[in-house]
């Protein structure tokens, strides 16, 4: 029978419910990013552009607001790893991976928000010159960019979901 070490691990499920409740946060930004992808309208040689509704705009501030408390976060992570290390190798390869995949996730997240920004925000107008072959100006849809938001940030979601919940559980266990 396996006998963990009743080392001093710290509370962590409360970081673990700060965690999930990013995730939640995430998850009901990523539903108002593809509301507002499907309805989109963006034609760039007529010049038709989206315009940012309150909704998309709140969540994207939601969204920043979450990538800056994942990035602030880094301290609290290394700090779990640490004292989870005691519980063995495994587990402490088990948490550094659901960590990497955090911080993957959220950079990844925020260089697709980075991309749909400047999408948003371009103000020249396309010409019909050269609308294919190696020459075309490259044309994101912003609705398409923001699905691909979306997707990234529930992946994240997910990566932050799965973390907390191992750190919950190997917390239980130890105790």
């Not at 040689?45 to 920043?64: D, K, M, N």
């Amino acid at each position: 029978m396996n006998q963990y070490p009743t080392t001093a691990v710290p509370d962590l499920s409360q970081r673990a419910a700060v965690a999930v409740a990013q995730a939640a946060r995430l998850r009901g930004a990523a539903v108002a990013l593809r509301r507002f992808a499907g309805s989109v309208r963006y034609h760039p040689i007529t010049g038709q552009r989206p315009q940012p509704t309150v909704e998309f705009t709140e969540a994207v501030t939601v969204l920043e607001q979450v990538l800056n408390e994942i990035q602030r976060g880094a301290a609290d992570r290394a700090q779990d790893e640490a004292a989870l290390a005691s519980l063995g190798d495994g587990v402490a390869r088990q948490v550094r991976r659901d960590h990497q995949a955090i911080e993957q996730s959220a950079q990844v997240a925020a260089a697709a928000l980075q991309v749909l920004r400047g999408v948003l925000s371009a103000t020249d107008e396309a010409t019909l010159d050269a609308p294919y072959g190696h020459g075309a100006p490259s044309r994101h849809h912003p609705g398409a960019l923001c699905t691909i938001v979306a997707e990234r940030v529930e992946a994240l979601a997910v990566a932050l979901e799965s973390a907390a919940v191992l750190k919950a559980n190997l917390t239980r266990r130890a105790r």
